[in-house]
Structures are given as structure tokens and as C-alpha cells.
T-cell receptor
Framework: DAKTTQPTSMDCAEGRAANLPCNHS???????VYWYRQIHSQGPQYIIH???NNETNEMASLIITEDRKSSTLILPHATLRDTAVYYC???????????????FGSGTRLLVRP | SAVISQKPSRDICQRGTSLTIQCQVD?????MFWYRQQPGQSLTLIAT?????????ESGFVIDKFPISRPNLTFSTLTVSNMSPEDSSIYLC??????????FGSGTRLTVV
């Protein structure tokens, strides 16, 4: 079962920041938080991941609470092309075990309005 | 990241037949996975394709229905056997490696009639 809880849907205006929350209250100390998105009819696309510190890349920022029980993905200036389903996933740290698979929850459907 | 070529991109098949989907990666990877995405739903992991040994299936998926081959570190196939309309889905291949994380193919859109 997925270890995360996300709102079913959200919307925001084009050009504004989109803040997508994720609850992962049972996360353990060795688990990362990953964010992926899936634009219609495409395979999921990696956005960002983090362990406990806030992270930023060219696509987004990831804010993880101090207790690590929740996080927020921030798209600073949403565009129409950011309309997609966003998935928050927790995954064990490390790459030595081939069982480290990604388990997807239901995700958040983000609609960016013109 | 890796480049994944998944074939076919789509197919329409008769019930009772089988379809084999191919996943080719441009670099060697240890971890390969197969997912199913039913219409309007999230991705569900079918199995982990292990090189040189039998695939590891998730609960609800069995080898007789979804046989998987992994002959080397760059290639895998998933067969959907004895298809019914309920098998109509998108099937996705995914690979993972330490230096670039997880990459997904563009999927195979299967319609069973």
C-alpha cells in the first residue's frame, strides 16, 4: 500500500505558485520523499526528491517539515503545461536492494487555469 | 537518465490472445519494473524483472497471466496472456539506477476487444 496521502485534485492560476501537499506520517528515517508527475498519455516524469532538507531544482522546490511527516511540492510559476497528475512517493534510501520499487498512490490532479 | 524504447506503443487485440511487450534500455540497469495503469487510475506495480532469475510478482499478479523475461541487463519483455477486456490498460516499463534514479517508458496502450 502507498504510504502517502494527497488531495485528489487542485487548481491554480497560470503564473501563480502551485503548492501540492503530501502527508507521509509513517515515514521512517531511511526513506526518501520522491515526486513524479504524469502528463496525459505519457510515462511518469521525475521532478525532485529529498530526505530531510529542503531541495530546489530547475523544475520545483520541495519543502519537508522538520518531523518529516509531510512535505509540499512547489511549482513557483505554474504554466498550462504543468497540468498533470502529481505523485508523492516514499522510498527506502540506497540502491543495493533490487526490491526498492516505487509504489504509486492515487496522486493529485493539478489543473492550471489560464 | 536512461532512454527506454517500449514496443508496441499501442495495440488492439482479440480476447483470448496474448501480446508481448518489449522494453529496451540504452544502458545496463539492475532494476527493471513493469506497471499497469488502468483507465483513469494510478500506476500499479506488476513485477520486478530480475536478470537471470524469475520475476518477483506483486500481490494479485501471477506468472501464468503475466510472464516476464529478462535475458540481459538492457532488455525485458512482458506478456499479457489469454487477454480479456479487463486487461485493457497502459503497460509501462521502468528502470532504475543509482546515478539517475527511475525512468519510465512511454507505455503500451492495449485495448482488448
Amino acid at each position: 500500500d502507498a504510504k502517502t496521502t494527497q488531495p485528489t485534485s487542485m487548481d491554480c492560476a497560470e503564473g501563480r505558485a502551485a503548492n501540492l501537499p503530501c502527508n507521509h506520517s509513517t515515514i521512517s528515517g531511511n526513506e526518501y520523499v520522491y515526486w513524479y508527475r504524469q502528463i496525459h498519455s505519457q510515462g511518469p516524469q521525475y521532478i525532485i526528491h529529498g530526505l530531510k532538507n529542503n531541495e530546489t531544482n530547475e523544475m520545483a522546490s520541495l519543502i519537508i517539515t522538520e518531523d518529516r511527516k509531510s512535505s509540499t511540492l512547489i511549482l513557483p510559476h505554474a504554466t498550462l503545461r504543468d497540468t498533470a497528475v502529481y505523485y508523492c512517493i516514499v522510498r527506502p534510501r540506497g540502491w543495493m536492494d533490487s526490491s526498492y520499487k516505487l509504489i504509486f498512490g492515487s496522486g493529485t490532479r493539478l489543473l492550471v487555469r489560464p | 537518465s536512461a532512454v527506454i524504447s517500449q514496443k508496441p506503443s499501442r495495440d488492439i487485440c482479440q480476447r483470448g490472445t496474448s501480446l508481448t511487450i518489449q522494453c529496451q534500455v540504452d544502458s545496463q540497469v539492475t532494476m527493471m519494473f513493469w506497471y499497469r495503469q488502468q483507465p483513469g487510475q494510478s500506476l500499479t506495480l506488476i513485477a520486478t524483472a530480475n536478470q537471470g532469475s524469475e520475476a518477483t510478482y506483486e500481490s494479485g499478479f501471477v506468472i501464468d497471466k503475466f510472464p516476464i523475461s529478462r535475458p540481459n541487463l538492457t532488455f525485458s519483455t512482458l506478456t499479457v496472456s489469454n487477454m480479456s477486456p479487463e486487461d485493457s490498460s497502459i503497460y509501462l516499463c521502468s528502470v532504475a539506477r543509482k546515478d539517475y534514479g527511475y525512468t519510465f517508458g512511454s507505455g503500451t496502450r492495449l485495448t482488448v476487444v
